[in-house]
């Protein structure tokens, strides 16, 4: 799940970055409106944090405008005005959440999971066929057997699951998995799609993933 | 009472005493034209009695002398009554002679049984009203005197009042009905005309109710003539204005302040929960910690400030003034701020009065300039100078700072000494300031009444200049 926080505080964009990345995000940074305008409409992102007071364009405008180009990406607003009148202003500019600054890492996270929920999804949890991932723990089960996933394998699993039963190019598995800072070099997806098929086979989940030649991958729930 | 009904009230009030006072004179002006008629009817009567009779009021002897005139009356009376059977009105007189004591010794036969009413002991002639049989005359009562002028007896002559009783009563009765009816007019017109005229005061209140402390943006509406109520409009909505204005900037700071405060606070917590959701090197324990510690560092500055702030707002600082060396308080504080502008490479230079000595707090005085001064450093380029001058201009000392920096756009000058404000408006750290400094500068040179100005040129540099009150 790849996410862009557009946030002027340097300290802030910080530790949010790494707290994130340590959740298996794939985190970009805009450090003012302009430039988190424009990496929202280049880049496919799964989730926007915006704070409302950075230079250049305000957060709310660049909300606006995200919301203007037709795009139903989930946005967060992530800043220190508190005021009911600014909440109201925040959600009917556009946004899915509202966050008061200073928060828990803790609940910014679980809102993030729950902005990040299919539609016919009661809870975090993510499941095909007899394989389960629970994103919270970061742990992966093939009917009770435990998997253990590197970060990257793991957010891979994760993307995959998420939208199964749909063909996943490599080129959108670069763009949600992997940050604004990896080189487009795709063979890389290839090497990590083996490692996994390999994990998944041992623990009994074997042809999962299936590969659509030419194209990417697809889970498929049956 | 309402205002509409008061001044109704009271205008009604004077205006029916007026009327009243109107009224009465008329009545007795009326009153006394009619009676003058027939006191002179009365007179020309005796006057002709005595011509008759070839007497005058002041050669009395006899009563006898009037006999033969008052049968001839009696005659005259019988004729004329008798002659006017069925026609007009008989115009007739009575006549009574009485002696001082106020026996009757004769009457004009008219009289019948009646007399005319006796006032004893009058020594000059008087008029009175009476009656006889219910209608009412008009009575004069002349004293007789003999040639020694002592009063013999009196003749009264009377005529019938007639038509000008009912005048009069009537005019009285028109007074009285009318007056309650004018009065009650009066109040009613006037309440109307006040209530039309007081009309833009309710809408003044109409919209003073509407109004609320979040929602300030309402303003009366201005009546078309230049008066009292649209001066009372004007100067209300002027009110408004600046308690939005005030509300506004109070709201700002609020917001400000708390952005100011929960970014640092936002980035300890969060820094620390991030860093205790899992086991890591020690190293980078430290290495973020050492990063909260100066985000908190940044944080006491800043609580520091707002305290400093809110302490010279309330106005509860006493500023200690007394004669200060302007320039061993300039040397001081350029040899506190010398580390930090060494490290930019920048130099003080002091020029102008080398004993000028200013009345100031001392304390308060050094942290203006200390502000000032950091903040020159701050936005100066590396290798360029700070200039101080202190200079006499009439009786005022001024001390000017101008730095070689970035400038200030004109239109933003006005601005700089607002709280929380920067020039920068991206607000980001990189700088380290709050835009409380020059907050706190303005609010220390209020308290000594020392006047701040500051001038500025783009990409050549700022002057804030010191006018110290003269001494």
């Given at each position: 799940m790849r996410l862009l926080i557009i946030e002027d505080e340097a300290g802030i964009a910080g530790f949010l970055k790494d707290g994130l990345e340590e959740e298996y995000f794939a985190v970009d940074i805009a450090f003012d409106g302009k430039n988190g305008l424009d990496l929202a409409m280049t880049n496919d992102y799964d989730l926007i944090i915006i704070d409302w007071m950075i230079p250049a364009i305000s957060g709310i405008e660049v909300c606006r405008q995200i919301r203007k180009s037709g795009s139903l990406i989930p946005i967060m607003f992530l800043t220190a005005k508190d005021t009911l009148e600014d909440v109201l202003f925040g959600l009917e500019a556009g946004a899915n959440d509202y966050i008061k600054k200073p928060f828990a890492f803790e609940e910014l996270l679980a809102r993030i999971r729950v902005q990040l929920?299919?539609?016919?999804?009661?809870?975090d949890s993510l499941s095909a066929g007899t394989l389960n991932i629970n994103p919270g723990t970061h742990q992966v089960f093939c009917d009770s057997i435990e998997i253990t996933l590197t970060p990257k394998e793991f957010a891979l699993l994760e993307y995959l699951v998420r939208n199964k039963d749909k063909v996943c190019t490599r080129s959108r598995i670069i763009e949600h998995v992997w940050d604004i800072h990896f080189d487009s070099d795709t063979s890389v997806i290839d090497v990590y799609i083996t490692f996994l098929r390999r994990k998944l086979e041992n623990a009994g989940c074997g042809n999962l993933i299936q590969t659509i030649r030419g194209v990417g991958y697809i889970i498929r729930e049956s | 009472m309402s205002l509409r009904n008061r001044i109704a009230f009271y205008y009604t009030v004077t205006s029916a005493f007026l009327i009243a006072i109107v009224f009465t004179i008329l009545y007795f002006m009326v009153q006394s034209i009619v009676y003058k008629q027939f006191d002179e009817e009365i007179n020309s009567e005796v006057s002709e009695i005595f011509s008759d009779a070839h007497v005058t009021s002041k050669d009395f002897t006899s009563f006898s002398r009037f006999k033969n005139f008052i049968d001839d009356k009696e005659v005259n009376y019988r004729e004329t009554k008798h002659e006017e059977k069925g026609t007009a009105k008989v115009d007739t007189e009575f006549i009574q002679l009485v002696d001082n004591n106020g026996l009757v010794i004769n009457k004009s036969a008219n009289l019948a049984r009646n007399f005319l009413a006796f006032i004893p002991a009058q020594t000059k002639t008087i008029y009175i009203n009476s009656s006889i049989n219910n209608s009412m005359i008009r009575q004069g009562q002349l004293p007789l005197l003999n040639k020694k002028g002592i009063i013999k007896g009196y003749i009264i002559v009377a005529v019938p009042l007639k038509n000008a009783v009912i005048v009069l009563h009537d005019l009285q009765n028109v007074f009285l009905f009318s007056f309650p009816g004018i009065t009650l007019t009066l109040f009613i017109v006037t309440r109307l005309i006040a209530g039309k005229s007081i009309a833009p005061i309710k809408k003044v209140i109409a919209t003073a109710e509407k109004m609320t402390q979040t929602n300030l943006s309402q303003r009366i509406e201005l009546p078309h003539h230049h008066d009292e109520l649209y001066r009372l409009s004007a100067t209300i909505n002027a009110l408004l204005d600046r308690m939005q204005d005030a509300f506004q900037r109070e709201k700002q700071f609020t917001a400000d302040a708390s952005h100011e405060l929960k970014t640092p606070l936002a980035v300890v917590k969060g820094t620390l929960e991030v860093l205790v959701r899992k086991p890591r090197e020690k190293e980078q324990y430290e290495y973020k910690i050492q990063f909260c510690l100066l985000e908190l560092n940044r944080m006491a500055r800043l609580i520091d400030q707002l305290l400093m702030l809110a302490r010279y707002e309330s106005n509860k600082m006493n500023p200690h003034i007394e004669a200060v060396w302007l320039r061993s308080l300039l040397e001081t504080v350029t040899v506190r701020l010398h580390p930090i502008a060494l490290d930019k490479e920048i130099g003080f230079k002091i020029n102008g009065i080398e004993k000028a000595a200013v009345t100031a707090d001392p304390a308060m005085l050094e942290m203006i300039l200390e502000n000032i001064l950091s903040n020159a450093i701050k936005y100066s380029p590396d290798g360029s100078a700070i200039t101080i001058t202190v200079e006499q201009k009439m009786r005022t000392l001024i001390c000017s700072i101008s730095d070689q920096g970035i400038g200030i756009p004109e239109e933003k000058l006005h601005a700089v000494f607002e709280r929380f404000y920067r020039v920068d408006e991206s607000r980001n750290s990189s700088t380290g300031g709050f835009g409380l400094g020059l907050s706190i500068v303005k609010r220390l040179a209020d308290l000594q009444k020392i006047k701040v100005g500051v001038t500025s040129a783009k990409n050549q540099g700022t002057t804030f200049a010191l006018t110290f009150p003269a001494t």
């Open positions: 929920r299919n539609k016919n999804q009661s809870d | -």
